[in-house]
């Protein structure tokens, strides 16, 4: 991990980045999930984090997240108005409004990130008035946009997600976490548990999105092909370090690392 | 103090609680008027009543009264419905003050689920008894969250009910116990009282103190306390309306209970407050 810096991955670095971590570290007890993890995610830009279960990928996802406290390290956001925000020094109130409005987390089970005993529509709505939207008609017309955007049947907005299919419930939950225009969404397997045609529309989907919105994501995925479909840029983490980074085809198509050979070596041609 | 009067029981403190569990109830509420609509914990005592039947609105009536209040009790707006009676007695025994059916001569009003209709005074004191004091219950089950949310002002979550029932029935279907606004700051559940006497609660005169014995919670709404009700910008808060008039005094303009008098479906529509009804129908008989 050393001797990679930032500037190896061949990103042109002249803007500043909108999320800088550094030297993150997150022990569980002895176990050390996280070592000194250090990266950075431009605007627009995809970052793709593979490695096995149980190499801290999840875990780092949670820190960048402040949903668990890393040990040690520092997490920066540039704010909208250009401001360097360090993460752990944010006021609660302040970070909790920017988890809800900047931000984005996808979970890998839909049923995580969704209220299931709420409509499709009320899911959507959610963040709109958790931010002081008041309005009904504003509110139920940006639920029906976004559910047209995530190919959701507009006659299904009244329906509680629990009667949605797999795929249905991961795009709706993709859709709640965008409709209030996160600048980086943080996603946790977002196509583990579907079914390979579903994963393939959904993958379509989401880079799409990125695309058109200009959206930063950092996705942790142990699937390559979805790394390779999704991702600008790959890390490959093994026992909580980051042993790879690059250009995902590069990385996919010349790993250096012992490692990283094993992985592309061992995915199913 | 010494019970003076034949009628009142021996052998307890004036109105039943000891004087220290009412100094504690009375910081409570003094620290509850000083944050309207924040909900002060409060070390709530066993009282010879069940859960459910007003032992937080019991608690914080005996530890304000005094010898010189006359106090009047009401269930539903009715006078004479068990739970008003059995607290007007109690208050009877165990203090010995005077009690009182109309509104305009109380100084103190225990109420379970229903504002007076005659408007409310200055030095009036009424007092709610609520079952479940957290407006946020039924959005966020986990206490420590509810807190937070209360902290922060984080009410986007409520919002989203009132989404719900719009978008399943067209308007906004809570009829009781709807979610209010104190003095711009914090939500709150204004006890199981119909909406129709929300606008009531808005820059009242009286003091406003509510208790929930089981959820051992008090918070209060002071004099002159501005208290809306949510709503959408483009489903505005509205109360009901009857088409009907009271069958006893004709009143269009209170609150209206629907009583079935046969097996035939024949109804009639009468007043909810009974007080409020008697003096109506004692000023018609007069003219």
């Not at chain 1, 007890?29 to 801290?56: K, M, N, R, T």
């Not at chain 1, 029906?144 to 939950?173: H, Y």
């Not at chain 2, 969250?145 to 719900?164: D, P, S």
């Amino acid at each position: 991990m050393s001797e990679l810096s930032l500037n190896d991955v061949g990103y042109d670095a002249e803007e500043p980045p909108l999320l800088q971590v550094s030297r993150l570290c997150k022990r569980f007890g002895p176990q050390i999930v996280c070592a000194d993890v250090s990266f950075a995610l431009w605007p627009g830009e995809v970052l793709g984090v593979v490695g096995e279960s149980g190499s801290g990928k999840t875990t780092l996802l949670n820190c960048v997240s402040t949903r668990l406290e890393p040990d040690s390290g520092r997490i920066e956001f540039r704010l909208r108005d250009g401001r360097i925000a360090q993460l752990s020094e944010m006021s609660e109130p302040a970070r909790r409004m920017l988890m809800r409005t900047d931000w984005g987390f996808v979970h890998q089970n839909p049923r995580d990130g969704l209220r299931l005993g709420l409509s499709a529509g009320a899911n959507i709505g959610e963040r709109l008035m958790e931010v002081g939207s008041r309005h009904y008609g504003e509110i139920r017309g940006a639920a029906a946009d976004w559910l047209a955007k995530v190919e959701i049947e507009i006659d299904r907005i009244d329906d509680p997600p629990r009667v949605f299919s797999g795929g249905m419930q991961q795009r709706l939950q993709i859709a709640r976490n965008l409709v209030s225009r996160p600048r980086i969404v943080l996603m946790d397997e977002p196509t583990g548990g579907l079914d390979v045609s579903v994963q393939a529309r959904l993958l379509d989907l989401l880079r799409g999105l990125c695309t058109e919105l200009g959206l930063a994501a950092l996705v942790v995925t142990h699937d390559l092909g979805v790394a390779r479909l999704l991702a600008h840029r790959l890390m490959v983490m093994q026992g909580g370090a980051i042993v790879e980074a690059g250009l995902t085809d590069q990385v996919l198509d010349d790993p250096q690392h012992p490692y990283t050979q094993l992985l592309v070596a061992s995915m199913l041609q | 103090m010494s019970n003076t009067d034949a009628n009142t029981s021996t052998g307890y403190n004036f109105a039943y609680l000891d004087e220290q569990t009412k100094r504690m109830i009375r910081r409570a509420i003094l620290k509850a008027v000083a944050i309207p609509g924040y909900q002060v914990p409060f070390a709530s005592r066993e009282m010879p009543l069940p859960y459910g039947w007003g032992t937080g609105g019991i608690q914080v009536t005996a530890s304000i009264i005094g010898p010189d209040d006359t106090l009047k009790v009401i269930d539903q707006g009715a006078d004479d419905t068990t739970n008003a009676v059995s607290i007007r007695r109690f208050f009877e025994r165990t203090a010995g003050t005077a009690t009182t059916e109309r509104t305009t001569e109380a100084s103190l009003i225990q109420t379970r689920h229903r504002i007076p209709e005659t408007p409310l005074r200055e030095h009036q004191i009424i007092v709610y008894q609520v079952p479940i004091p957290e407006p946020l219950r039924w959005v966020e089950p986990r206490e420590a969250e509810t807190r937070k949310m209360h902290a922060l002002a984080e009410y986007g979550a409520m919002y989203v009910r009132l989404y719900e029932d719009i978008a399943q029935f067209g308007h906004i279907t809570t009829t009781y116990d709807y979610p209010v606004m104190v003095d711009g700051r914090y939500l709150m559940r204004p006890s199981p009282i119909p909406k129709f006497d929300n606008p009531k609660m808005d820059m009242n005169p009286a003091l406003q103190l509510f208790g929930a014995g089981r959820e051992k919670r008090i918070y209060a709404v002071p004099p002159y306390t501005s208290v809306e009700s949510l709503d959408f910008a483009d489903h505005p808060f509205t109360i009901e309306r009857w088409e009907q008039s009271c069958e006893i005094c004709g009143s269009r303009d209170s609150f209206l209970d629907e009583v079935i008098t046969d097996d035939r479906g024949t109804r009639v529509f009468v007043c909810s407050d009974t007080d409020h009804c008697r003096q109506r129908g004692a000023a018609k008989a007069a003219e």
